[in-house]
């Protein structure tokens, strides 16, 4: 497990916008998925343009924004010191 998450962090590195919008994308598709077969009601299919349009919607702007909002946040920042952060 600690080989991929090393290669995680070497793809942040080498290429950070598109390792977020791909991190995004599985994560709301996951969490959609996961959504969608246990917290469903009775007898409701399983809506494969839903997974789709929140893995989209992941992809390109959760985790695009995401990483330029972040930056900006940590640009006004002086430190990452617990005492300046918290």
Same mark, same amino acid.
């Given at each position: 497990m600690s %080989?991929?998450?090393a290669r995680y962090n070497k793809l942040l590195e080498a290429q950070p916008l598109l390792t977020? &919008? #791909?991190?995004? =994308?599985? %994560? #709301?598709? &996951? %969490?959609?998925?996961?959504?969608?077969? #246990? =917290? &469903?009601e009775e007898g409701d299919k399983y809506d494969v343009m839903r997974t789709i349009r929140l893995g989209s919607f992941g992809f390109m702007l959760h985790g695009t924004t995401g990483h330029y909002f972040y930056g900006m946040l940590d640009s006004k920042m002086p430190g990452t010191k617990p005492v300046t952060v918290a």
């Open positions: %080989g991929i998450w977020k &919008a #791909f991190t995004s =994308l599985v %994560g #709301f598709t &996951a %969490g959609d998925v996961l959504a969608q077969n #246990f =917290l &469903a």
